[in-house]
């Protein structure tokens, strides 16, 4: 769990989590077109990411796609949300979409 | 190329590759992380549906594509019904492989429908299920199940 904390403690790190959220299975090329640095970092993010298991890479021929994998976040709900306080949180959340979507406007 | 969606989840389970692939179809276990049972005789070719465990609803059903004990497990997936509708139907590989002293489980769901209610259930639906199968497997109680599969039906 530490490994979760600290890889999502990085603005650069969550920005990809977000990219791949978007459009899940890119390559490392195609998430480098929307990040500012270099392909070396952006794949030291990424080893961290995977090390962490919030991304699981697969190979295709030879093309390395990236997916995101929300399983240890998920696990961090559960640790800290009991179960009675799901649909709350839920109303709560749908409550500050709704809300804000207007506001931008 | 990307006319159709996949998805890859992995979680890390501390137990036997067999205790894996057996709490993917026995109805017993499914029931207990799952609030379904995964009903099938598990042979190449064979039908599988996926049952409320409380009411006893078809939700999901397919075919049994690939079975290689304890390692490889592939089914197809679709609503009842859109079973007539190939085109709809997507495509669910589990994995399994030791990893020291845990056993990586890879969920791949592909062949979904970009943007359709199935990928949107399913995209909510597999890191509850995922999760709380490691809790079941790794402390013997799962989660209680009927919570969980509002928060992800919803």
Known sequence: ?105 | MKNKSQFVYVTYISSTTEKVWNALMDPEMTRRYWAHLNVSDWKVGSPWKHQDSSTGETHLVGKVVEVTPPRRLVITWSAPGDEGIEEKHSRVTFEIDSSGKAVRLTVTHDELEPGSEMERGISRGWPVVLSNLKTLLETGQAMETKPLFEFSRK
């Open chain 1, 1 to 105: 769990m530490d490994r979760v904390f600290k890889a999502l403690a990085d603005p650069n790190r969550r920005k990809l989590l977000d990219l791949l959220r978007a459009d899940n299975g890119q390559v490392l090329g195609d998430l480098c077109r929307h990040l500012d640095m270099s392909r070396q970092a952006a794949t030291k993010h990424l080893k961290l990411l995977e090390a962490a298991n919030l991304v699981v890479t697969v190979w295709r021929g030879r093309e390395k796609l990236h997916y995101l994998n929300p399983v240890p976040i998920h696990e961090i709900y559960e640790r800290w949300i009991g179960k009675f306080e799901r649909s709350r949180l839920r109303a709560l959340y749908d409550l500050k979409e709704e809300l804000e979507k207007d506001y931008e406007k």
